[in-house]
Antibody, heavy 122, light 111 residues
């Protein structure tokens, strides 16, 4: 079964850093663009960042631009999200996701991980 | 506040048909960007229900259907079942924000 498994969440103080990882299995990871989406407690889904399949183009929501960095290691089938200068409003469940690759604009997310909780609090 | 507006809640009896609207503007849905729909049940990962406005991934029942017209899109659920209770989100792209956007979300309740 195609699977994404996030790790790296936890409690961090405001201004701190955290790196999330997302391990992919049972699909050709290098062939698909990937993304991070978050959901704050009691709120809706919010797109955070995306990365292209092979040329490393990256895209960010304004709310995280300059603070978060998305990257991928296709040799390790792993997606990352480096989060710096964390704020209380970054508290959320973070999901990694795989785009379908069907060619639409924008693409849809057909595989989601179970999510990892990030809490920013002193 | 999202640029894609959905009703906070919709409800229906088992077997009924409900629709969820996703209202946008000329910089997103009206610019002919694709719309996707997700189901998010409590304690689970979101699930893709509709992609490219009206296409169902394999395994999604044909009770779920999507459409788009002008600056709005809609998700219809026919033959409502208890297992359909949860949150539903539309998703598209906004050229003014230069990013993906999700709708505000709709909670579906089966009476």
């Amino acid at each position: 079964e195609v699977q994404l498994l996030e790790s790296g969440g936890g409690l961090v103080q405001p201004g701190g850093s955290l790196r999330l990882s997302c391990a992919a299995s049972r699909f050709t990871f290098s062939a698909y663009a990937m993304n991070w989406v978050r959901q704050a407690p009691g709120k809706g889904l919010e797109w955070v960042s995306s990365i292209s399949a092979s040329d490393g183009r990256t895209y960010y929501a304004d709310s995280v631009k300059g603070r978060f960095t998305i990257s991928r290691d296709n040799s390790r089938n792993t997606l990352y999200l480096q989060m710096n200068s964390l704020r209380a409003e970054d508290t959320a469940v973070y999901y990694c996701g795989k785009y379908t690759g069907y060619g639409g604009n924008p693409d849809g997310i057909d595989i989601w991980g179970q999510g990892t909780m990030v809490t920013v609090s002193s | 506040q999202s640029v894609l507006t959905q009703p906070p809640s919709v409800s229906g009896a088992p077997g009924q048909r409900v629709t969820i609207s996703c209202s946008g503007s000329s910089s997103n849905i009206g610019a002919r960007y694709d719309v996707h729909w997700y189901q998010h049940l409590p304690g689970t990962a979101p699930k893709l229900l509709i992609y490219g406005d009206s296409n169902r991934p394999s395994g999604v029942p044909d009770r779920f259907s999507g459409s788009k017209s002008g600056t709005s899109a809609s998700l219809a659920i026919s033959g409502l079942q208890a297992e359909d209770e949860g949150d539903y989100y539309c998703q598209s792209y906004d050229s003014s924000l230069s990013g993906h956007v999700f709708g505000t979300g709709t909670k579906v309740t089966v009476l």
